[in-house]
């Protein structure tokens, strides 16, 4: 399976959902899209496509996708980054109406620089040669960042507590 | 402690979603927009909904800023914690006001510059929280936990 989510941004991303629609309308293995589409208007036809996906359902999906195709927010794919699952990341841009400013493209572009990890794509036309090569790919981007999450937890922890006194 | 966990839906609401850890041991509520992803997060939990969209929105900032005294008055929080948008701005200023301390994590996109909620939260919280070493020179009182993922 395949998931494709685009968050909760109030702007389309046609642009990404037109792409994966032809990827899989042309793919032979029959492998299932499912696509979390937000406040995008292009009419799926090759993909199941959800509005939104409760956040449950959600991280299912996420830990049953063979590939996740993500828009470029941190909570839409740092977690699959340090699950050592390889997102390929695709940012909303200013200049098609997908955001207010391309600040996507840019901590894209620092995320792949940085941590690696993911498959960036800010060329649309490359994204069904990243599907395609999804394992290669996925290899020559492979990141050493591991889960800071519980450590970050038990910092703040102390840090709230230290602050308000641990009531 | 009791505290109040104020922002927007989307990924600012995921940063605070995912302090659970420290969270559920506390008496908590929350502020956050009545949306899709807000709501299946937020299962179980005591949630009033603020007025959005938030950004450069002054009508709704003023709408919000009534339901912050409301809230604060009513719930008296020992602690606000926010990692934005601009729906945190009333929450700090009033809470600090009635004697809250307040705590704003600044999201993990934003590598090498303050977000506008930052900048206007900045002379009013007591803790500011960053995940980028760069981000202590944007703000000099903050403290760099690295990243929260």
Known sequence: ?167 | MKICLVGSSGGHLSHLMMLEDWWRAHERFWVTFDKEDARSKLVGERVYSCYFPTNRNLKNLVRNTFLAWKVLKREKPDLIVSSGAAVAVPFFYLGKLLGAKTIYLEVFDRMDAATLTGKLVYPVADRVVVQWDEMTSVYPKAVNLGSIF
């Open chain 1, 1 to 167: 399976m395949i998931l494709v989510t685009v968050g909760t941004h109030e702007q389309p991303f046609n642009r990404l959902l037109e792409a994966v629609d032809s990827i899989a309308a042309s793919q032979t293995s029959h492998e299932r899209w499912i696509v979390q589409y937000g406040f995008s208007s292009y009419q799926l036809q090759s993909c199941q496509g959800y509005r939104f996906v409760p956040a449950d359902q959600m991280e299912t999906y996420l830990k049953e996708a063979r590939i996740v195709i993500t828009h470029g927010g941190p909570a839409s794919f740092m977690e699959l980054v340090s699950m050592g699952k390889t997102p390929i990341v695709v940012p909303r841009q200013a200049c098609f109406d997908e955001h207010v400013n391309d600040h996507q493209v840019d901590f894209t572009r620092q995320v792949a620089e940085r941590i690696g990890g993911i498959i960036p794509i800010y060329n649309i036309d490359d994204l069904p040669a990243a599907v395609e090569d999804f394992d290669l790919r996925s290899a020559q981007v492979s990141s050493g960042f591991v889960s800071h999450h519980a450590a970050f937890v038990a910092s703040f922890t102390a840090l709230a507590d230290q602050l308000v006194g641990s009531k």
